[in-house]
Nanobody, 127 residues
């Protein structure tokens, strides 16, 4: 299995942008559907975005659609999450995840089945 390390979190003011990255190591990156979840303080972890193994399909939570963009670079074993027009409600720890079997379209409901998780990176959006 791959191991995942996130980076790019930080403090940003509302309306600003931030780019998160997740680097995978130790496995065959192209075998994995990749994506992001987030967990705000006191709340359950929720799906943010996913990208298929080929990169040809992407999936987003309604709350981030049009503001966030997920991408992958198989040559660098990385995925990115470009976040724009950030809002205070986007404040959370963001987790990268990887799975070989659960299709991206099912990640919202199937998060408990996902194989690999990163440690998370904190994003704080101030008003």
């Amino acid at each position: 299995q791959v191991q995942l390390v996130e980076s790019g979190g930080g403090l940003v003011t509302a309306g600003g942008s931030l780019r998160l990255s997740c680097v995978a190591s130790g496995g065959s990156f192209s075998d994995y559907t990749m994506g992001w979840f987030r967990q705000a303080s006191g709340k359950e972890r929720e799906f943010v975005a996913a990208i298929s193994r080929s990169g040809g399909s992407t999936y987003y939570a309604d709350s981030v659609k049009g503001r966030f963009t997920i991408s992958r670079d198989d040559a660098k074993n990385t995925i990115d999450l470009q976040m724009s027009n950030l809002k205070p409600v986007d404040t959370a720890v963001y987790y990268c995840a990887a799975d070989r079997f659960v299709l991206g379209i099912n990640w919202r409901e199937g998060q408990s089945y996902l194989e690999v998780w990163g440690q998370g990176t904190l994003v704080t959006v101030s008003s």
